[in-house]
């Protein structure tokens, strides 16, 4: 069953992103929403290449040019639909 991870905390604060990427399957994927668009930074995610999102809104208000594709808050919608199972790491 395919999952979509959601994470919207930065990589800074906390072990979150860590702990989502030790659980994230081979047919899951990856949205960074909110500060965790800054885990674009470095290339700590380039392994996960094709499976890792970032929306669009958050990328451009922090300035950061990542290399993960952008969506819309209609692409969003779309993966969510696109997998089985949707987590949000709260």
């Not at 906390?14 to 990856?30: E, P, V």
């Not at 668009?37 to 950061?64: K, T």
């Not at 594709?69 to 790491?89: A, E, H, I, R, S």
Request: glycine share 6%.
């Amino acid at each position: 069953m395919a999952t979509l991870h959601v994470l919207s905390h930065s990589p800074f604060g906390d072990n979150r992103l860590a702990s989502c990427l030790r659980l994230l399957g081979a047919d899951d994927a990856l949205l960074l929403t909110g500060d965790a668009v800054y885990a674009l930074l470095n290339d700590s995610l380039a392994h996960l290449a094709g499976r890792v999102y970032a929306l669009d809104e958050d990328v451009q208000a922090r300035a950061i040019n990542g290399a993960a594709p952008v969506v819309d808050y209609p692409g969003f919608v779309q993966l969510t639909l696109d997998f089985d199972k949707v987590n949000t790491w709260l």
